[in-house]
């Protein structure tokens, strides 16, 4: 269980901050730039969920505890001696992989295939879906880019691969199932 029971400590004021193992590592550290994206992107799922309703809020709830996992597993390298950690590291797992398909597969079931690219918009919730789809490929990037520096548990990057498509059928969702979507038009403006 986590206690927070003072909010400022003063130990990152010189730019460095603490890992899940303790380490002490600069704020702009590959790790901490990826697992910090997987923040920002949490709170942008906040904003959404304002305008998000049943399935849908419950689903960005889920994610949202997701992103706390992915986090935890982001900011804890030396995945070797997890075995040896007094405590177990939290890692994403497979199964949380495998529901962002069921649910994507469920709710692209429902959809009119694209005959174009879709532009970010519609209704609110979509673009702010939208928002989401961009923070989560960004997130993607930089745990990638963390992967050919340190070892990462490979099933972080996969989940955020995941989690941006998610994110793409849910928009088209919010967007009466696809029918409100803002259809890219080649050269129209030419």
């Known amino acids: 269980m986590v206690v927070l029971n003072k909010i400022y400590t003063r130990t990152g004021d010189k730019g460095d901050t603490a890992l899940g193992n303790g380490d002490r590592v600069a704020k702009h550290d590959a790790r901490v730039n990826a697992y910090g994206t997987s ?80 532009l970010p918009g519609g209704s609110r919730l979509a673009a702010q879906l939208h928002v989401c789809r961009t923070v989560a490929r960004r997130a993607e990037r930089l745990a990638t880019e963390l992967a050919t520096l340190e070892e990462i548990n490979p099933a972080a990057a996969k989940y955020l691969n995941r989690l941006s498509d998610w994110f793409f059928v849910a928009a088209r969702q919010a967007n009466a199932g696809g029918l409100n979507d803002v259809l890219w038009v080649p050269g129209a403006n030419r």
């Open 39 to 118: 923040d920002e992107l949490n709170a942008f799922i906040g904003v959404a969920r304002l305008e998000a309703e049943g399935d849908m809020d419950k689903a960005l709830s889920r994610i949202q505890n997701d992103l706390f996992d992915l986090g935890a597993d982001l900011c804890r390298p030396d995945m070797e001696k997890d075995a040896e950690a007094e405590y177990p590291p939290l890692r994403i797992a497979q199964s949380q992989i495998d529901r962002l398909e069921t649910e994507i597969d469920l709710m692209n079931k429902e959809l009119q295939p694209l005959r174009s690219f879709i």
